[in-house]
Nanobody
Framework: QVQLVESGGGLVQAGGSLRLSCAAS????????LGWFRQAPGKEREFVAA????????YYSDSVKGRFTISRDNAKNTVYLQMNSLKPEDTAVYYC???????????????????WGQGTQVTVSS
């Protein structure tokens, strides 16, 4: 079992940057594929970015590709989401997710993830 706690959300102006963190406890994060999802008001939760357990392979949604970067620090059991050039449409609650993995595969479907954090609010003003 792993517990996930997100932090780093807040209010930022369009064009600005934020870095989200997700700390994992209960089991080493290197055993997990990790991902970030987001949910805007009135919309379904959508995939943002993912990173594999092995090899650090990454995958991004088209809407954030080139602006967001996912990374992980296994020594700190933490996954990050660096968000640059933020837009008002990036406003959402951002969730960290994890699933057991021992491969270089990246997972980008909600149903593929077992563990979820509580979420952190990101608001981008125009």
């Amino acid at each position: 079992q792993v517990q996930l706690v997100e932090s780093g959300g807040g209010l930022v102006q369009a064009g600005g940057s934020l870095r989200l963190s997700c700390a994992a406890s209960g089991r080493t994060s290197s055993d997990y594929g990790l991902g970030w999802f987001r949910q805007a008001p009135g919309k379904e939760r959508e995939f943002v970015a993912a990173i594999s357990a092995i090899g650090g392979n990454t995958y991004y949604s088209d809407s954030v590709k080139g602006r967001f970067t996912i990374s992980r620090d296994n020594a700190k059991n933490t996954v990050y989401l660096q968000m640059n050039s933020l837009k008002p449409e990036d406003t959402a609650v951002y969730y960290c997710a994890a699933r057991t993995s021992d491969s270089g595969r990246v997972y980008y479907h909600r149903y593929e993830y077992i563990h979820w954090g509580q979420g952190t609010q990101v608001t981008v003003s125009s």
